[in-house]
C-alpha cells in the first residue's frame, strides 16, 4: 500500500471515530432515560446557604462545573429555590459509585429527622416535571439505591415514591 494510501485510511478512520462520538452524543442528549439521582444534605433544612455547600464541595474537591460551581449536584433546592450548578450536559458527582451519565438532584435538609417542607415538596415536583417533560429525564431514585447510605433520608424517599406515583415517573 502506498504512503497516500496509508494516510487516507488512516483519515476514514478517525472520521468514522468522530461520528461515532457524535452519534454517542446525540443519543445521550434525545435519550428518553437520563437518570436522576435524589440526595439530601443531611443539615439544617432552613438555616444551610448554597456558598456553604459550594465551599463545602470546593474544600472536597469536587470539579469546578460551567456554571462555576464546585458543587456536585446539577440541581440544589433550598427553601424551594432552585438553583442550577451544573449544566444538563454535565454528568451529576455526587454519586460515584453510579457510572451512567446522569444528574443529580440536592435538597436541602435531613430527611431522617425533618419533614419535608410544602414549599420544598413543591418545588421538587415542578422540577422533575421540567425535566421529564423537557429534557428526557428516565428513572428517578434516591441515592441508598446506588450506594449503602441513608441519603436522601427516610421521609423525603417517601415523597419521592408519591411525586412518582402522581407524576407517571419511573
Ligand atoms: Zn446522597
Redesign the pocket.
Known amino acids: 500500500m502506498s504512503t497516500h494510501q496509508e494516510k487516507l485510511k488512516k483519515s476514514i478512520s478517525i472520521i468514522r471515530k468522530l461520528i461515532s462520538l457524535y452519534q454517542e452524543l446525540l443519543n445521550r442528549m434525545n435519550s428518553k432515560s437520563i437518570p436522576v ?4 444534605s ?1 443539615t439544617s433544612q432552613t438555616r444551610t446557604t448554597l456558598e456553604a455547600i459550594n465551599n463545602n464541595h470546593k474544600w472536597r474537591g469536587y470539579p469546578k462545573s460551567q456554571l462555576g460551581y464546585y458543587i456536585a449536584y446539577n440541581f440544589v433546592i433550598i427553601n424551594g429555590v432552585v438553583t442550577k450548578t451544573r449544566k444538563l450536559t454535565e454528568k451529576g458527582q ?2 460515584s459509585t453510579f457510572k451512567k451519565f446522569h444528574w ?1 438532584i ?1 435538597v436541602v435538609g435531613s430527611f431522617d429527622i425533618d419533614e419535608v417542607s410544602q414549599e420544598n415538596r413543591d418545588a421538587l415536583e415542578k422540577l422533575l416535571m421540567n425535566l421529564r417533560l423537557n429534557h428526557s429525564m428516565g428513572s428517578f431514585l ?3 439505591q446506588y ?1 449503602n ?1 441513608i ?2 433520608g427516610e421521609n423525603l424517599i417517601k415523597e419521592l415514591d408519591k411525586l412518582r406515583m402522581t407524576n407517571n415517573i419511573l
Open positions: 439521582v435524589c440526595h439530601h443531611g455526587a454519586t443529580d440536592m434516591p441515592h441508598n450506594y447510605t441519603c436522601c
